[in-house]
Structure formats: structure tokens, C-alpha cells
DNA sequence: AATGAATGAGTTTTCATTCAT
DNA sequence: TATGAATGAAAACTCATTCAT
């Protein structure tokens, strides 16, 4: 039901079709909920040669996993002028991960929602995308603060938590911004545009992160400069 | 056989017997996978009464997403100072639910990864329950605003997302603080503490919504004061 | 829910209770489909209790059979005036069975619908009792032949036969009588009353027999006596 | 292993077995107590694909009772020739029923006994199909009662209420006839044969049904012509 | 006289997967 | 390249029945 009936495809192009099919069905059910009926039915083609092409249904999730990956890390990073400053390649990059996140909707919640949460096999491997990402986003931020000239303030580990930090707030805000329109009281702005979306994360981060490079910290009760910071471990 | 066999137990410790079980259950090996099986194993009874006491797969998740959810809120809420300034009403919050995820990361993971991906029955409720913490930073947001003296240059919408940033952060602070060990290439630090995390979140949001609310924007190229400001739609 | 919880009943009043709760869920649900629990529950009492009294569920249907086939047993033969002719004998008896079903429809249902079809321990009774309401009537047609001076023409078989033929067709009207309003265009009638019932039975069966007793058959073609009269085998 | 093992079978022909082995387990043990692997194994089959092909036991009962019903009609149908006087026609039809129900004694037990004791879905079904044939004899006595010239003494309802009786009293000597051996006395002979079946049916009814053509009803103490007819109600 | 707590054994149903063509 | 036919294994759920009090 889901393609026009076409037979003698050639088996690259009925690759896609399977995958295609399989990303809008893990994606709509989860990994578990997911039949390889429904994705065979989806796809346009009996359950025999989906098994006869993709091997599993543990490989075809893990083969929707690498590919939408990839096409994930190659949105962002065709967003990213390597030659350009840390903010502009931050901005980049986030502008195209939230283009790309409204664009694929499915892929993106297969990676983001089902494949972290079925366990070993597959948690792992997107986790790795994501730590690559994360390094990424490391090592701008790293980068930054050089730029700023930035005295060696910055922590290595309070540069990864602010990483990590970006990265999740960047995922909530794609989140939120692909929602449903019911979201909200004022009805009149029902999603946010891949721009604003990024343009709130560098407001929120280099704002952040100015200040931190400053050697500001927000310390109970006040904000306070570098020398009177208080620990973060014991 | 998890728990050690104890015979003739009340109706209501042997309910929360059945929930703890099916938390570590779920969080394990998410809705689908769980099986009553299990759960009744670990539990130390027979599947039947699980049926008995709690209806349903349906209704026993749906109950521990209830009673998971009511905990965290209680938790935070507990963390917060309802008189004082916003600011440290943020930090209490933050270092109530840092703590909370890392002492019960069983029911954080069932709320925050199993319930979110599993459609309709379960994906509202918790949507519900995230909806009112993100509703309360956003009022805690709007009162620092205030309390700043802003003058109402926070449109509401900044707010919110600026809200939904911050709880996405949150988010993934305790994900990785709570994390495998095997994290990163220096073991020596494995997690965050629940107040580093907080400061971490602090640093980050606070510092940037203090600029904000001086009317800084960041646009591409440089970091500008709201005179300059681009639209954000558009 | 059923009965007004009161404690501490005398075990033969509680029996009873408990029977009447069976035959109502019994002719609701069928023997398979009533569970112990729902019976225990309009009986207002636990289930261990039902065990206690009625053993086994088999035996509680057991049980239930008898005290229904003997009450309907005793409602026909009160109707019966032992001493009178045949067929005031058989009237008399058709009303009472009638009147009987109409006011017990569930003790009616689950001897006429339920016990018949749950294979051999209870069929076998049920059948019994059957046996010997068609036996009751054998022995009334054929009396009614001899006070007819009905010279033998009627065989035995022949007259089992009618017996047969009489019994299922009062179970058939019995049926209808007591069925759901919405039968028929006419709704004018909704029902037939006992007596009536009982008139249409006399009216079919007595004209008939007086025909047969009087050596008339139908073959196919004509109505002819007893002379022409064509082999009922072979 | 009920049928020999035969591996790829078209899938009609498959479900033709699959239902002949529901018909045949469902006579035996009802609807409740028939258990799917009981028939997938007397089909030859695993159970998924007796659910594959028949969807549900609810949706295999019902397929059964449409095919059996509808093979009852067929039978009877073809019994009767159209043309003929009324009388003939119920011969014919009678007949055909006798035989049928000899000839397929689970099909008539499925329809007779266990779907209409299993509450709504099934009930409504047989009821349907049974209301069909009590019409069909209505109008056929209506018929009959115009052929021989009756004045319109009998009425409408009269002439139902007769209908519902035949039809029951068919189905009772259907029953008997078919019933095991050891019933009755004399077991010298066993059954009765369609042809005697029906014959004891047209007796018992057909003249039974001419004498109320002729006005006479049968009334407590003498039989009487219509004039001292007593009315039916109150 | 009566019950809250508990279960063994079975039911219907689903699903990933393969065979034969 | 492609599929109709078929199944082993396991899941959710139910129920008659008993134990301990």
C-alpha cells in the first residue's frame, strides 16, 4: 500500500524503499512495536525479500541507524565552514541541524527517541554519533575561548558539561519546535523556524559562555568574578 | 527470583513491591521488551497477581509513570524555596532534580526515555508532567526577567524557549552525569555531582539570560545590542 | 454487589444464595464463559465460600441442574391433575411449563441452552429429565388413544415420535413466547401468554393425533386413511 | 494430527480444512471450550496460520456458522420445488432438512446448540437464519390455509405461533433422530430415517393445521368449532 | 462462618523468520 | 528478482482452585 506496485526493481533502489519504509515504521512504533509485516507492506514488497536484502530485523534497524547517521552528520556538517570563526560555525551548525531535524522528522526521532532506548546494540551506536557531536561542539567552544583569549579558565570538563548541556538543549528545542501546534497557550506561533531555534541556542550558550570566559560564575547568592569561584568538586 | 520470598504480604507493600520491580523492569529493557514474565519475577510473585493488584501492562506502566512522575515533582519541589528570589529558586530546583535522577536513575529512565517513545497513552502523561516543569522555570525565567528590572524586552516567546533549552540541558547534564564510566577519554572524573551540574546549568543560563536581558542578541558576526537586533522570523 | 451484605448466614440460606447467583451468571454467560469470581461476587460472599459449599464449579452446575430441573419437574406436575382425562392432563401440563419458563427464564435458560451443551457430565443429566417429561407425554398420547378407542393402529415409535416432536415444539414456543419484544412486524402482541401457548400446543397436536388415531396419514399427494397408509421405513 | 499431513496447500483448500476441523471441534466441545490448538492440530496446520487465514476464534466461529448456515439453506432450498402445492413444498423441504442434519450432524450441532448459547455476536447470526426458515413455513402454511379454500380464521399470529412450533418440533426430531443409539428401550431401532422423520412432522402438523382450517380449536373439555371458540387472551 | 493472599496451568494471540518455488 | 505457504517461540492475560488465618 505504501509505494505504487512496481516489480523487477533493481536491488539498490529497493533497498531505500525497505529503509525508507522502515524509518516511517520504527518511527511511528518504536523498535519493538514495529512488524516487519508492516514495514514489508509499507515498502511495496513481500516480508521474504526484506529479510532476502536487509538480513534482520536487528540489521535493518541497524542499517536505519547508519544511514540516517550519516545523513544526519552530513547535513550539519555541510552547514559548517571549517575556515570560519567558532560562533559562525557553531551557528551553522545548528541552524542546519534543526533544518534537517524539521525536514526528517522520522529519522530524527528514530535516532533521538527509539534507537537510544532499546538497549545494547543499538544505544551504542548512536551514542557514538551523538559523542561525536559532542566532541564537535567541544571543541568549538574550546576553540572560542582561544579566540577570546581566554586565560585557561575554562576547565576541560566545564567545557564538556557546557557541551553536553548545548546539546541537549539543542535536541529539547527541536523537539519543541517540530510539536504538535496545540502546544502553548498563544496558538499564533505554532513551530519554530530552523533560524530563531538556533538563534535562541546562541543567545542562550555564547552569552553563557562569554560570561564564563570572563571568569563570572553564578555562585549562590551572587555573581561573583573568577577569584572567589567556588569549587565544583568537593 | 529477586526479591527474597516473603509470603502473605498487604495488598498495598506487595503493590510497591510490583512497582519497584517494574520500574528496573521497563527502565531496563523498555515497555515492549518488559515482559509481566519478568516483572513478576522480580517481584518475587506470580504473574497472576500482578494481573490481580494491577490490572494490565497498560495500567502498570501507566501507574508507574504516575507514581514515578509524582516523585520527581515532589522532589524538586521539595528543593525549592517558594520565597525566595528566582534565581536561587532555579538552583534549588536544579540541584533537587540532579539529585533525584542520580539516586533513582530506574524511574528517570522510564519517564525521560520508555515513556516519552511509546505513544499515546504514555507519551501524554509525561508530556503533561515535563510541560509543568517547563512551565514553572518559564515563570521563574519571567520573574528574574523582572526582578532584573528587565524592561520587557523578553518577548514570551524567547522565554519559553529559553525555558525548553534550559530543561532540555538539564536533561542531558543528568544523562551524562549518570553515565557508564566508560565515558570519555579521562576516567578520572566518571560523573558529575548533582551540585556541579547545577552550577554548570546555572553558568550557562543564568549568565546568558543576564545578557539577554540587557538586550544583547547574538547575530551572526557580532554580538550586538537590541538596536540591532534580527528578527526572529523570517 | 449483588445481595446486601450481611454476615453470618446460616449455610443453607447462603447456599441458596450462591445457587441463585449461578444460574443467573450460568444463563448469562454459559457454563465456560461464568467465572467463579462472578458468581462469588452477585452472591456477596467470597469465592473460598463457594468452594467451601459447592466444591467445584462442576459440581456447583451440577448442582444448580438439579435444584432447576426438579423445580420445573414440580411446577409441571403440580399442573397435572392426576385423575383427569389425557388431554386436559396434558393441558394442564403444558400450561404449567409455560407458566414456569416464563417466570424462571434463567433456570429455564440454563437447562434448555447451557447444560445441554457442555458434553457429559451434564448433558447426560439434563437429558434425563428431558427423558422422562417425553416419556410423561408418550404415556399421555397413548391414553388419549385408548380413551379414544383408537384401535392400535398408532405404533409405538409413531407415538414417541409425536412426543418428540410435541416436547421441542413447546421448547420452541417457550422461546419465542419469552423472547425480546422487537420479534415480528405486528408488536401489537408481544408475547404469548402461558395460556395461549399452551392452546396453540393443544390446538396442533391434539387435532393432529385425533387425525392419526382415527388411521389418517399424509403422504404425498392426498390425505388418505389408514388403508393406503405408506410405510414409514423402506 | 487429525488429516494427513499435507504441506503447501492452497490457501482455499486450506481453509476449507481449517474450517471443517472448527466445525467438527466446536460440535464436540463448544465455542468456550474449543481451544484453537485443539483445531489447528485436527486441521494438520500450526496455529498462526489457522489466524492468519481466519483472523480470530471469534471471527473463525462466526466464518463457521456462515458457512454452515448457508449450506442448511442450500439444502433445504433445493428440497423444495417452487411450483408445488404447499404441502409438498414442507414435505420437501422437511425432508431436505432431515437429511441435511443426518448427513452433517456437527454443522447442525455448531448451529443448532453452541452458537446459539454463546450471547451476542453468534446468537443474533443463527437467529437471523432461523427466523428465515420460520418464515419461510409461515408463509407456507399461510398458503396452504388459502389453498384449501380457508375463510381466514386463522390468524396471523396463529399461524406464526404454528411456525415456531413446527420449526422446534423439526429441530427436537432431528435431535432424536440423529441422538446415540442407546436412547430408548427398544434399541432395535435406532434413528429415524429423514423420510420418517418428516412424515411424522407432516402428520402431526399438517393435520392438525387443517382441522383449524375447519375452525375447530381445541378448548379444556371438548373440541369445538370456531363459533365457541375461546379467545387466546384474557 | 468467612476471607485476603496467592498460584499452576492454560488460553488466545503475535511475530520474526524460513521453505519451496 | 520475488513470493505464497508455513511455523517455533513467546507474549499478555484468565481462571479454577487453595492456603493461612
Redesign the interface.
Known sequence: MGAVKSKRVPRAVREQQMLDAAVLTFAR?????ASMDEIAELAGVSKPLVYLYLNSKEDLFSTVIRRESEALMAAVSAAVEPGESA??QL?GGLRGFFAYTAEHPGGWAVLH??A????EPFAHEVAAVRGEIVEFVTELLGAAAKEAGCVGELA???V???A??????????A??ANCRTDE?A?GE?AR??A???A??????????????MGG??????E?VGHESR?G??G
Not at 512504533?29 to 512495536?33: K, L, Q
Not at 553536553?164 to 528545542?173: K, N
Not at 563570572?216 to 547568592?221: I, Q, S
Open positions: 512504533r518504536g523498535y519493538r512495536a560562533d559562525r551557528w527517541q527509539q537510544r532506548t532499546q538497549g576541560e570538563r566545564e564538556a558539561g557546557l553536553h548541556a548545548l546539546v541537549g538543549a539543542a535536541e529539547s528545542l523537539e519543541w502553548g498563544s506561533w519554530l523556524s533560524k530563531d531555534a538563534a535562541t541556542m546562541m543567545n542562550v550558550v555564547w552569552a553563557g559562555l562569554g560570561r564564563m563570572e560564575r553564578w555562585v549562590p547568592g555573581l567556588s565544583t568538586r
